[in-house]
Structures are given as structure tokens and as C-alpha cells.
């Protein structure tokens, strides 16, 4: 647990930070209609710091730096110019394009100095777990000042002024997002950063109207969604990133529920019902695909089977029920042999007592044979279980049937009764 | 048709009589060879010496796994008269060029197509298959070329199909091979001699690139950071790392200079680490320029890492 809070600990005060600022620009974007520029500016960012190692500067020196902004900069004046495009053109169609030419041009540059690919690679992909408290200490004062700068402008309603200083209160907009781009792409990566420019933003659109109670919605919502995808990495161990935005995919899943569970007319039909059918067609569909296929993969029945294998009682015999698990048990054996003779040998490459070619050769084939015969278990798992499965066939194909007449008889019952109850009132 | 064009069109077709010109002055003067990476470049400068004209495919400091070929690859490989390769599964993009410029004795098992794997001792074949936590080659570890004891493998595998292929100068190859295997077994027992006190001393590296040379000179790679390959570390498993730094001494910690810093930085910075930073192919680093002097920058690194321990 400690050691947990020693990881986390400054990653999720990066995601605060992160999050405050970016949820600021997130509902600017999505009123833009915009939703894509944040990696266009990211990418002019790294093709600007690409072009800078093409020069000799190396990565991280004020000369890069400033050659990436720039190249930002060079990308918010002609999203600025996007305003003057004939409307009947998506304005993200442009911003799309932008993007790709970054990427293209950043890979033919990359192809004539191969040696700066990895540095100028880690300008996309930031770790948000290895964020370090001074990356933080840098950008914080700046994201106060441009975090201010913006809140002021939207409550002055810069942004809608018409002419030459609507288009400078543009450019400037998208110059600031740039330098915040810069900076966050580089600590948190592309995902990320979009993950925390799009969904509190999106929360927030979805429970309020005011402005400045989205901007709250959307900061609750992302602090809860980082905490949750944070401790779900550590507790999964799986990488922090990913987990973090699907955490977040979560966020917003539940938030559209709750959403429409709000409004009670849905609530007390709607969602019971889908489900209800969801669930019938599911398994109906699974039953079908048994009827039809019982050898091939049932995602359903596979699924169940893997979270509760007591299912497999059911429908295998005593005898196959044993020819199973015993298979796995020589599963297990060969697995746990392969690595035992694995570490036997990676061991013996440092310790005194060192092996020669042939008994190196004499493990690998053994390696090799456990790992054939791990396969042919495999196989003997699969032909059980798919054999008991065939005799499930007509079984699910009746089972199928059935829930389909009860499905169509429902619904014509209850197509009826709307008629009815239109007949009655009128 | 304007004049111009016309001009330029024929000022075009000089150049190219010129180049061709050139090329077979070049093609008569030196036996041409294409490898896919920089390592099998410099051991068929090796052997042969002047009487080859060596390319390799993929340019120093690229990623041979994941090289993308670039059109003018059939050229060189048109041009070429005898491929090297790695093989096993490091390699695989080669294969579709080769079909590509339909020259017989040059695909997989052609007179001309050299598999410089062929009679290494290979180490992790098969060992867990994926998610093993080894490395995803199925076939076994493809690193092989940094045990330097294997160039005497590689090497053979050349000079046969070199003398095979260019029958003339046979005699020369065979001389240079004797001279570079004589050249290898002092510079490797000197390797080995300067890295003794490290033998068995525990160390991280980033990704399963370094079992061969581990054997050769007795490194113990106590765990690669990423827990698969291609797989950035989760916290968890960065906590373990942390752990087993602390608890079993380590402080050097292994990376190929294309290989991501930020995990491995943060962990040396955590642990009371030093990053190594070590090159896996001629060219990675500007130091290793050659076969000699990429173990010869590695083995210095490696003791200069282990002098001063947490900078």
C-alpha cells in the first residue's frame, strides 16, 4: 500500500493539474466543433523539435524547445484561418488534416536522422507514472496564468466578437492551448491529454448548463475518474495510461446513465426494459450460434465459463469432467517445467558453474517438446468440450426457439395495447 | 515540347548512362552484399575487406524489428548478388523484398541468401511462448551476434557463401576470417578479463536484449523493466522493480538508446540507480562505429557504471 502511494502520489496530482486545465479548454474545443486540435498542435510541436535536432539541437535544450513552439504557434495561426473557410467545409475535417501532414512530414525528417527518432518519439508519448514533481513545478504557474487569462475571456465573450479581433482573440486562444499542449503531451501522452481535454468537458456539458458549473462537473468527474483508473492500475497492474483513459470511458458511460435515469419517464420504462431485451437477445443469439456452430468460439458460454468454471458441470460428463481437469493439471506441470529449465539456464549464464552449448541446446529442446506437448493438452481440452457442447445442439437450438416465440409474442402483445390505448383516446 | 524540357531530358539520360557506367566499373571492381543490419555490415567488411562493396538496409540507430523498407531497398538488393540476414523471426520484412525482386538465388534457402543464424546456439527457444515474460521470439533470442564468440559462427556462415559465390578471391576471405578470429579470441579474453568483477553482480535492463553477451561474460540480468516486450511497466510492477533494486543491491540498470528513458530514469532516480546507456548494433552509439568497438564502448561503459555507482 505504501508503495502504492510512493507511485501515485505525484501522477495523481499531475492528473489534477492536468485535468484543471484542460477541461478549461475542453469545452471551448467542443463548442469549436474542434474536438481533434489538440493533437494537431501537439504534432506542429514534435515536427518543430524535429526539425530542431535536424539542426544539432539536441532534445530538452531552450533551442528545441523553441523551435517546437513555433511550429505550434505556426499551427494555432492557421487554425485561427480555419474561421475563414467556407462554411459548408467541417472545420475538423481541416484541423484532420493538419494533423496528418505533422505526422507524415515529422516521418520523413525522423527517416534522415533515425538516431533522434526515440527522443523526438518521447515527445508524444509521455508516462504519466513517471511524471516527476519539478515537470509539475514548471507548468503549474503558466497553466494559473493562461487557466485565468481564458476564464476572463469567456466571460467577456471575446471569442464571439466578429472582424480582426475575433480572429486575434482566436489566435491567441489556440497559442495558449499550444503551450499547454506542448507541456502536457510531453508529461501525460497524446491519449491522455485528449482523455482530459474531452470527458470531464463532455461530463460536464451533459449535467449543466452554466459554464462555470460545467468547468465544476467536469473537475469532479475527472478527479473521481483519475482516482478510480489510478488505483485500478496498480491494483490490475496493468499501465497507468490506458487504464486512466478507460477509466474515464467509464466515467462518462455511467454519467450518460445516470443522465437518463435522471429524466424519470425513462427511468421507469425505458431503462428496465432494454435491458430486459438486451439481455434476451444476448443469450438468444448465443443459444442460435450454439444451435448453428457448437464447435467454433462462444464468446458468451466461453466468457461464463472462465469467470464461474462450475458451469462446465453441467453439461459435461463425469468423465469428461476429469479428462479436463487433468489436462490442465499437465498443463501446469509442463508450464512450471518449462520455466524451472528457463531459469536454469538464464541463472547459469552468470554463475560459476556455467553450461556448454550442447546441454544449452539439449534444455531448449526439452523447452520445446513441454511446450508441444502444453499444445496438445490444449487440444484434448478443446475436443472435450466441444464434443459435450455438440450434444448441446438441439438443445440451444429449441432454447433459441423458444425465447424467440416468447420475444415475438411480447411484442406483438404489447404493440396491441398501444393500439388500443390510441384507439380509447381518440 | 519546349526546348527546355528537351535539354533536360537529355541532360537526365547522361546522367544515368554516367551512373550506370559507374556502377559497373564498381560491380567488377568489388563484390557487391546487401545485409539488413549494420552488425552483419561490419563483419562482411570484415572478411572482406576490399574486394566488397557492403550496404545494410537498415541505417544505424533505426530499429532493425521494426524497419519499414523504403522502395529504393529493391534497388540495392537488385544490385546486390548475396543477402545476409539475421533470421529467426528478427528480420521477417526481408522476406517480401526478396519475393519482390524475384531473384531466385537470393530467397530463403538460394545460393545467395545467407541465414546468419544458421548453427548458432540459441538461447530462450520456445522458453514460455508469450506472455512468458521473455522475449516474444518464438524462435529464440535473436540478440546472438552480442556473444562476440559468435561472430566466429556468423563470420563462417559468410565466407562460405562468399567463396562459394566469388570463387576467385576465396582464398582471400578464408585469410582475413583466420585473422579476425585470431583478433577476436585476444580482444574477447581481455573483455572477459576486465569484466570479471562484475561477474554475478545483479543489473536491470530494459528490454531481453542482452542474454548472449550475459553468458559470454557473465552478467546477471536480474529482470528486464518491461514486463513484455513492447510493454511499458505497470505500477505494480515498477513497485516490484523498486523493491528488488533496494533489497538486492542493484544499481545499474541497462538501455538500448532507441528504448524509452522515462520508465528506466524514474526508476534510478527512485532506487539510487545509474542508467547504462549500452548499444546493441554498430551504429546505435557514435562510438561503436564497428563490430570491435561496440563491445569494446560497452564493456567500458559497463566498468565506468560499476566505478562510480549512483551519479
Known amino acids: 500500500m505504501n508503495d502504492a502511494i510512493e507511485l501515485l502520489a505525484v501522477p495523481f496530482l499531475a492528473c489534477l493539474v492536468l485535468i484543471a486545465i484542460h477541461c478549461q479548454f475542453g469545452l471551448q474545443v467542443l463548442k469549436r466543433n474542434v474536438v481533434f486540435v489538440d493533437l494537431a498542435l501537439a504534432q506542429f510541436a514534435a515536427l518543430g523539435a524535429t526539425v530542431a535536432f535536424m539542426q544539432g539541437h539536441m532534445p530538452n535544450t ?80 503558466m497553466y494559473l496564468v493562461i487557466g485565468t487569462i481564458l476564464a476572463i475571456a469567456v466571460r467577456r465573450h471575446w471569442f464571439e466578437r466578429a472582424g480582426y479581433s475575433g480572429w486575434l482573440a482566436d489566435f491567441i486562444f489556440y497559442a495558449a492551448f499550444g503551450l499547454v499542449v506542448t507541456s502536457s503531451v510531453a508529461m501525460a501522452g497524446v491519449l491522455l491529454v485528449f482523455t482530459f481535454l474531452i470527458i470531464p468537458a463532455l461530463i460536464g456539458m451533459l449535467f449543466a448548463r452554466a459554464e462555470w458549473k460545467q468547468l465544476w462537473v467536469g473537475w469532479l468527474a475527472g478527479v473521481f475518474a483519475s482516482v478510480l483508473g489510478l488505483a485500478g492500475s496498480y491494483r490490475l497492474d496493468t499501465s497507468t495510461g490506458a487504464t486512466v483513459v478507460c477509466s ?75 479428462v479436463h481437469t487433468d489436462a490442465q493439471r499437465y498443463i501446469d506441470r509442463y508450464q512450471s517445467e518449462i520455466e524451472r529449465l528457463g531459469k536454469l539456464e538464464a541463472n547459469a549464464r552468470w554463475q560459476a558453474k556455467s553450461l556448454d552449448d550442447e546441454m544449452i541446446q539439449k534444455i531448449s529442446s526439452f523447452q520445446q517438446s513441454y511446450n508441444e506437448m502444453v499444445k496438445g493438452e490444449r487440444f484434448v481440452m478443446k475436443e472435450v468440450r466441444s464434443r459435450a457442447r455438440e450434444r448441446l445442439r438441439w438443445p440451444a437450438l429449441a432454447m433459441a426457439l423458444a425465447l424467440l416465440a416468447i420475444t415475438s409474442a411480447y411484442f406483438f402483445r404489447s404493440q396491441k395495447r398501444l393500439e388500443d390505448s390510441k384507439r380509447t383516446a381518440e | 515540347m519546349s526546348s527546355y524540357w528537351l535539354g533536360l531530358r537529355i541532360w537526365a539520360r547522361h546522367l544515368l548512362l554516367f551512373g550506370l557506367a559507374a556502377c559497373a ?126 561472430s566466429n559462427v556468423i563470420t563462417g556462415n ?49 528490454h531481453n536484449n542482452w542474454p548472449y553477451m550475459a553468458r559470454r561474460f ?35 540498470i541497462i538501455r538500448q538508446p532507441s528504448e524509452p528513458s522515462k520508465d528506466v530514469d524514474f526508476l534510478a532516480q527512485k532506487a539510487n540507480g545509474t542508467v547504462v546507456i549500452l548499444a546493441t548494433s554498430v551504429g546505435d552509439l557514435p562510438q561503436a562505429t564497428d563490430y570491435f568497438s561496440l563491445f569494446e564502448y560497452n564493456v567500458s561503459e559497463l566498468l565506468k557504471a560499476y566505478a562510480n555507482p549512483a551519479k
Open chain 2, 218 to 252: 557473465k552478467l546477471n540480468i536480474a529482470a528486464t523493466v518491461e514486463p513484455r516486450p513492447g510493454i511499458a511497466p505497470s505500477p505494480a510492477s515498477l513497485a516490484k522493480l523498486m523493491r528488488r533494486m533496494r533489497d538486492e543491491n542493484i544499481h545499474i
Open chain 2, 158 to 206: 559468410i565466407v562460405e557463401a562468399l567463396a562459394r559465390l566469388d570463387p576467385t578471391n576465396a582464398k582471400y576471405y578464408e585469410k582475413r576470417r583466420i585473422d579476425f578470429l585470431s583478433e577476436l579470441e585476444r580482444r574477447v579474453s581481455q573483455w572477459q578479463e576486465r569484466l570479471a568483477p562484475l561477474a554475478g553482480r545483479p543489473l536491470l535492463a530494459y
Open chain 1, 62 to 141: 531552450t533551442a528545441a524547445y523553441a523551435w517546437s513552439l513555433g511550429f505550434a504557434w505556426l499551427a494555432a495561426l492557421l487554425l485561427s484561418l480555419i474561421r475563414y473557410a467556407p462554411a459548408r467545409v467541417p472545420h475538423e475535417a481541416l484541423v484532420g488534416v493538419l494533423y496528418v501532414v505533422a505526422v507524415a512530414a515529422a516521418m520523413l525528417l525522423i527517416e534522415k536522422a533515425p538516431q533522434g527518432a526515440e527522443h523526438l518519439k518521447q515527445i508524444l508519448t509521455g508516462s504519466i507514472l513517471t511524471t516527476d514533481f519539478s515537470d509539475l513545478a514548471g507548468v503549474v504557474p
Open chain 2, 25 to 150: 566499373a564498381t560491380a567488377h571492381a568489388a563484390f557487391p552484399v546487401v545485409t539488413t543490419t549494420t552488425d552483419l555490415q561490419s563483419l562482411v567488411q570484415v572478411v572482406g575487406g576490399d574486394r566488397v562493396q557492403v550496404t545494410s538496409l537498415v541505417t544505424a540507430g533505426s530499429n532493425p524489428e521494426s524497419y519499414t523498407p523504403r522502395p529504393q531497398d529493391l534497388e540495392r538488393i537488385r544490385q546486390a548478388r548475396m543477402v545476409v540476414r539475421i533470421g529467426l523471426d528478427y528480420d521477417l520484412w526481408l522476406d517480401r523484398l526478396l519475393r519482390q525482386s524475384n531473384i531466385t538465388g537470393m530467397q530463403r534457402g538460394g545460393a545467395a541468401h545467407v541465414d546468419s543464424s544458421n548453427a548458432i546456439t540459441l538461447l530462450e527457444v520456445k522458453q514460455g511462448g508469450l506472455g512468458g515474460g521473455t522475449h516474444a521470439h518464438g524462435a529464440g533470442n535473436p540478440h546472438f551476434w552480442l556473444d562476440p564468440l559468435n
Open chain 1, 248 to 322: 474515464f470511458g467509464l466515467i462518462l458511460g455511467l454519467a450518460f446513465l445516470m443522465r437518463s435515469l435522471g429524466t424519470e419517464k425513462i427511468a421507469n420504462s425505458l431503462i428496465p426494459k432494454t435491458i430486459v431485451v438486451a439481455s434476451v437477445l444476448v443469450m438468444g443469439i448465443s443459444m442460435l450460434w450454439l444451435g448453428i456452430q457448437p464447435k467454433a468460439d462462444q464468446p458468451v458460454l466461453d466468457a461464463l465459463e472462465s469467470q464461474f468454471p462450475s458451469v462446465r458441470h453441467v453439461y459435461l460428463t463425469q468423465q469428461e469432467q476429469l
